[in-house]
T-cell receptor, first 114, second 110 residues
Framework: DTEVTQTPKHLVMGMTNKKSLKCEQHMGHRAMYWYKQKAKKPPELMFVYSYEKLSINESVPSRFSPECPNSSLLNLHLHALQPEDSALYLC?????????????FGAGSRLTVL | GQSLEQPSEVTAVEGAIVQINCTYQTSGFYGLSWYQQHDGGAPTFLSY????GLEETGRFSSFLSRSDSYGYLLLQELQMKDSASYFC???????????FGSGTRLSIRP
């Protein structure tokens, strides 16, 4: 299995809602990432988990809360989002440490905040 | 800082060769990668350089000069399906921090 699976593909939520984005991989990768991508912009790093521990938080607002329940799963919990948070959220995985040079991306979750 | 610079747009003719350049900040540099992203799709990995020199993968090659903080992606025998955005990405530090360049939109003309 060489895929990263993200659910849902599309999500529409109000500013008071609580929702979660989910990501799963079965490639044995021990690093997992969340990126945010706006239209015609590059992916912007949000969080990195390495061996199930949060290793990088790029000063992301607390309304985004990541969780890594095990080595195959990565969640992004969303609460009290703003319309400007509407974007494509990409999950990626890679080998950890010295192998962290090749990212495998999921298809993304397109989020719209009303 | 950890900024990467690429040309915003490149246009080329089908069958031709095109080079997309990338310059980066050197602090904490671990390696340079290239990704392709079609409209509506996810980025897909193309090539990676950790050391100076040329890496060849089929029609795509990538080059790195660490002394110049510079790399490029070379696409040969261009096909219409190569029309996409191309991103360079630098791994900074051993903590798997991978930052993407601003992206180059490549348009192929018949």
């Amino acid at each position: 299995d060489t895929e990263v699976t993200q659910t849902p593909k599309h999500l529409v939520m109000g500013m008071t809602n609580k929702k979660s984005l989910k990501c799963e991989q079965h490639m044995g990768h021990r690093a997992m990432y969340w990126y945010k991508q706006k239209a015609k912009k590059p992916p912007e790093l949000m969080f990195v988990y390495s061996y199930e521990k949060l290793s990088i938080n790029e000063s992301v607002p607390s309304r985004f809360s990541p969780e890594c329940p095990n080595s195959s799963l990565l969640n992004l919990h969303l609460h009290a989002l703003q319309p400007e948070d509407s974007a494509l959220y990409l999950c990626a995985s890679s080998q950890a440490q010295s192998g962290a040079n090749v990212l495998t991306f999921g298809a993304g979750s397109r989020l719209t905040v009303l | 800082g950890q900024s990467l610079e690429q040309p915003s747009e490149v246009t080329a003719v089908e069958g031709a060769i095109v080079q997309i350049n990338c310059t980066y900040q050197t602090s904490g540099f671990y390696g340079l990668s290239w990704y392709q992203q079609h409209d509506g799709g996810a980025p897909t990995f193309l090539s990676y350089n950790a050391l100076d020199g040329l890496e060849e993968t089929g029609r795509f090659s990538s080059f790195l000069s660490r002394s110049d903080s510079y790399g490029y992606l070379l696409l040969q025998e261009l096909q219409m399906k190569d029309s996409a955005s191309y991103f360079c990405a630098v791994r900074y530090s051993s903590a798997s921090k991978i930052i993407f360049g601003s992206g180059t939109r490549l348009s192929i003309r018949p």
